[in-house]
Structure formats: C-alpha cells, structure tokens
C-alpha cells in the first residue's frame, strides 16, 4: 500500500478545516458551506486528483460539477428563504477548494498551500478590504486606471529594439522604466490619499517623499511663507522625504541592476544612515503637529510619465555620449550634477541600464548616483529660500547642507572597488 498519498489528503483536511472555520464564524454564510462543508469538499477533489491519474481529467471536471451543482441548489433554496443576504463569496470558495484538494494529491503542493492561505485571508478581511475600497475615491480610482494605460496599454505594443545614436535607446526598455517610476509613485500616492492625513503631517510627508520629494520640498516650502513658526517642521519633513530618496534609489536598482545595488550598498547606506541622524535630532528639538499634508498630484497622468520618459531618453543619450566621446566614466558626473537638480530617477535608470550593458563601471555608477541626489539636495536648500522664508532657509540650510559635505565625502574619499 502507498502510503505517501495519505499526506496530501491530510493537507486537503487541514486546509478545508481552515477555510470552513473562516466560514463557519461568518453568520450569514451557514446554511450554504460551513466547517465539515468545506473539508468534504476539499477532500473531495482531493479524491477525483487521485483517481485522475488512474482514469484521466475527466474525473475532476465530474467531480466540479457535481460540486457546483450542489452550490447552484443550496443557493437557490437560500435566496428563496433569504434574498437580502443573497451572494457568490462562499461558493466561489468552495470551487476554489476544490481546485487546491486537486491540486494537493497531482503534484503540485506549496501553490496549493499558498492558494487556500489567501482565500482564508481575504475572506477574514472581508470588512477591511470593503473599507478600503470605500476609502478610495474618485481621483484615486482615475490614478490606478492612469497606471493600467500605461503598464497594460502602452507597454505590451511598444517595440523592443535599439535604436537611434550609440544604439543605446530601446523603446520598450524605456517606457519600462516610466512604468516601473510611475508604479512606486502611485503605490505611496494611494498611500498618501488613503492613510496620509489620518496619519499626521509628518505621515503625510514620508509618503510625499517617496511620491515625489521635490514636490513635497516646494508644498512645505509655500506653506512657511506666511508662517515662520513652521519653519522647523517644515525641515524636518523635507528632510525625511530627501532621506526617503535613497530607499527609492535602492528600489529602482534592485529592480534594474541588483549588481549595482549591491556595489553600491554600502555608501548609499551611510549616506541614508546620517541623515537618518539629522532627521532623528531635529525630530526631539521641534513640534510637527501645526504642518498641513503636501498637497500632491497624481503621478500616473499620462503627461507626467511622457515627461519622465523623454528626460530619462535625453540622460541616457547624454551619459553615453558623454563616457562614449571623453572615454572617461568620471565626465559623466557633470551629467549627474545637472540632471540630479531636476529628476534623480531618470539618472538613476540611465546609468544603471548602462551599467547592466557593461558601458560603464560600477564605482563611477553609484557615485553619478550619489552626485546626482546631493545635486537635488542644493536645489531644494534653494527652494525652501526662494519659497519658505529666512528661517526655513536657515534650517534646511544647515540640515540639506550638512548632508551634501557628507556626502561629497563619501563620493571624493571612498575607497575605488570596496563598495
């Protein structure tokens, strides 16, 4: 006898116990599926899995109707008794256990496990989930259809070929890289609209930060004009946000080079970690309970993903023509200089994707990085002078300044190939 198929039924069991408790405590659903409800079922396709391999698929698709056709007349009695309470979720659970008893005893178990651990919590979070799409407006729901044009519209017809000077420009390489900037903007833009101001000015402004940290300098910057005595929170937000670039900048290397994530991990690390210093003293000395949320657009607009790509096309042509014609991969941090007081991303990209094409070295890559953010940091030290007033300039001065020598530090004294 084999004994070996005893461990899958187990499994099968165990996983329909879970999900039927789940049911079972759920009023309303009783009289469809409960706890010996779903582990039958379970067990059940767990059973037509075995005797398929014996007797072909038919066995399992039998063994799905029947299971169906069973839900199809317990609805319909229950509708007749309780029309008000009338729905789908216990019976689309019971076909999908179905499939993960299935599934369990023909080979393939860890997605099985993984399957019916999800729909255990979603059913759970059933009163979360309705809130959060509740939470969600209009403006937020047009942002998430924005980023589906872009990355299940735009992307899947956009041509995968080099071309144009230096052979260096792939459409759909680039227009990846817009998907892959609007997509971790949109995620801290729902964030923000959904948790952001419940969660406090400071809440608001990390998540602004990770939206987009030049445009959270400039709303903190505007709202100090006419109120001095925000000056230090206002700092203290712009400084969170500029400390949030560089977990920004790891997110886009993981994704686009992890080679060059892990070379330049270390400098990139200390860099955050001082300013995580700066953040943590500021923090203890001020008040941010009189800062209003940054008021932030919406980073999946069309208009803003063609801007994002035409700028990371122009730094990638120029960074390539730069190290390509001056044969030098240190020209390239003039590049970073200009192109980080502007967008630190598409510099980011642009010399990563370089970097994977092994046109340019690892050391010259994370410091055109590191340039590029100090680059950002002085343009918002302006910023806050031009927008906030004496005093916010004098705080993001000292802080953004101090963060900048440290900086230079790290780029001019780092040792070459020990990152």
């Not at 510099?347 to 370089?354: K, V």
């Amino acid at each position: 006898m084999d004994f070996g198929i005893f461990e899958p039924l187990a499994i099968a069991l165990g996983l329909g116990l879970l999900v039927g408790t789940q049911r079972e405590r759920d009023e309303e659903h009783r009289r469809i599926a409960g706890v010996r409800t779903f582990a039958l079922i379970t067990l059940v396709g767990a059973v037509c899995g075995v005797l398929a391999e014996s007797h072909g698929g038919w066995v399992i698709a039998s063994g799905l109707l029947g299971v169906t056709a069973l839900f199809i007349l317990g609805n319909v009695v229950r509708m007749r008794q309780d029309p008000e309470h009338a729905g789908l979720t216990t019976e689309i659970a019971g076909l999908l256990m179905f499939g993960v008893g299935a599934m369990l005893t023909t080979g393939i178990e860890a997605p099985a496990v993984a399957l019916a651990g999800v729909a255990a919590v979603l059913l759970q979070w059933k009163t979360k989930l309705h809130g959060l799409i509740s939470a969600i407006g209009e403006r937020e729901f047009a942002a998430m259809m924005q980023f589906v044009l872009v990355a299940l519209v735009i992307l899947p017809v956009v041509p995968d070929q080099t071309m144009g000077p230096y052979d260096v420009l792939n459409p759909f390489t680039l227009w990846l890289m817009v998907t892959l900037i609007v997509g971790i903007s949109l995620a801290a833009y729902l964030a923000y609209r959904v948790l952001g101001v419940r969660g406090g000015s400071l809440a608001g402004g990390i998540l602004g930060g990770l939206i987009s940290s030049t445009a959270t300098t400039v709303s903190y910057a505007r709202q100090c004009a006419g109120n001095p005595a925000a000056a230090p929170a206002a700092a203290l937000v712009i400084l969170i946000a500029s400390t949030i670039v560089y977990a920004r900048v790891g997110i886009e290397l993981g994704a686009v080079a992890p080679d060059l994530l892990r070379l330049g991990a270390l400098p990139l690390a200390a860099m955050t970690a001082f300013m995580a210093v700066l953040c943590s003293i500021l923090f203890m000395k001020i008040d941010t309970r009189s800062m209003a949320p940054p008021d932030l657009e919406n980073p999946a607009q069309l208009r803003t993903a063609l801007v994002f790509g035409v700028l990371y096309a122009v730094i990638l042509l120029l960074v390539t023509a730069v190290r390509e014609e001056v044969g030098n991969d240190a020209a390239i941090y003039g590049v970073a200089v200009i192109s980080g007081l502007t967008d630190v991303d598409a510099l980011t990209l642009s010399t990563a994707e370089l970097f994977s094409q092994e046109r340019l070295s690892g050391d010259a890559a994370w410091r055109a990085i590191l340039i590029a953010t100090l680059s950002n940091l002085a343009f918002k030290i302006g910023a806050t002078a031009v927008l906030g007033g004496r005093r916010l300039a004098t705080y993001a001065g000292v802080t953004l300044g101090l963060s900048i020598l440290f900086g230079l530090g790290i780029v001019m004294f780092w040792p070459a190939g020990s990152a």
